[in-house]
Structures are given as structure tokens and as C-alpha cells.
């Protein structure tokens, strides 16, 4: 609460108690004096705000990553590689499913090795300054490598069906 708003609420406090006060030297009883301070703090609690108790929970402990080593190499998952390397791992995810990234599969998880992740971190680090996001300056440099331009490919099989579909119509 701002400092303003406790002066003027202690203030307004002040003068229903005064009131309340001169308001009992008139009235006799010790229920009329009940009454009236029962009043003055029912009205006083509700223009204070409540301060609610709020639970706080417990940091959780993140599920640790399984720890795997190939042909005696550090691998990576994918979520541990982007944040190796400071970039997001969906970028990461997609650059794996468009084929611009080498990886290997265990289980569900799509794993790279450290030289994979050491390469992919020295590209993001050796951006130029002309790059806002070093994110896409990497994106760019794995297409070129691997297709011999920059554009994006489609990633999914159903975008891949679209664009066959399409160039089947346009040959037609």
C-alpha cells in the first residue's frame, strides 16, 4: 500500500473513532458501546485491503536429462544443447527435423554430440554484429552447408505432400 493511502486511511480511522466516541458519551450502556465499536472495526477492516497468506510452493527440482555417452563422446538432448548454447531449443528441434543439424536418436529424446554442440555454439558466438538474433546467422551458415542456400525447408510430412502436390499441378 502507498504511503499516501495508509496516511489517509489512519487519518479517517482517527476520526471514526473520535466520532464513535462522542457518539457513546450520548448513548448509555455497555451494549450501545459494544455495538458501536463493533461497527468502527467492521468498517475500518473493510476499507483496509486484506493481506491474503499466499502459499508459496516449493521450488521443483527439474527431471534431470539422462547423462548418455556414445563411442566415448558427451551427448546432449536437444533441451540441453540449446541451453548449452544460449539459443531456443525450438529452433534446435526444428533444425533437426529439416536435417541441417546431425543427430542420433535414443528413445524419444534426439541427442548431439559435443563437437556438434561446440560447433553450433562457435557459429552463434562468431555471428556479425549485423545479425540482431545470432539465432538466424547459424540457421543461415547450416543451409548454406548443407543445401547450398539459406532457404528454409519444409519439415513435416504433410508440408512435404503440399509441395509435391503443388509442383504435380504446376507440371501438369
Do not use: C
Request: proline share 6%; hydrophobic share 35%.
Amino acid at each position: 500500500m502507498s504511503e499516501e493511502k495508509s496516511t489517509a486511511l489512519d487519518e479517517l480511522v482517527v476520526a471514526m473513532d473520535t466520532l464513535a466516541l462522542a457518539w457513546l458519551d450520548y448513548r448509555t450502556g455497555d451494549e450501545a458501546r459494544e455495538k458501536a465499536v463493533n461497527f468502527v472495526e467492521k468498517l475500518a477492516d473493510g476499507l483496509a485491503p486484506e493481506q491474503e497468506e499466499v502459499e508459496v510452493e516449493p521450488e521443483v527440482e527439474p527431471k534431470p536429462e539422462p547423462e548418455v555417452e556414445a563411442e566415448g563422446e558427451r551427448m546432449y538432448t536437444a533441451a540441453q544443447a540449446a541451453r548449452k548454447i544460449e539459443m531456443p531449443a525450438s529452433s534446435l528441434s526444428h533444425w533437426i527435423l529439416e536435417g541441417i543439424v546431425p543427430h542420433r536418436n535414443y528413445g524419444k529424446h534426439k541427442l548431439l554430440t559435443q563437437k556438434t554442440v561446440d560447433r553450433l555454439q562457435s557459429l552463434r558466438l562468431g555471428a556479425p554484429e549485423r545479425y540482431k538474433n545470432p539465432t538466424n546467422f547459424v540457421a543461415a551458415t547450416l543451409r548454406r552447408e548443407a543445401f547450398g542456400d539459406t532457404v528454409a525447408r519444409l519439415t513435416y510430412p504433410s508440408h512435404v505432400k503440399i509441395r509435391q502436390d503443388r509442383e504435380k499441378r504446376r507440371d501438369a
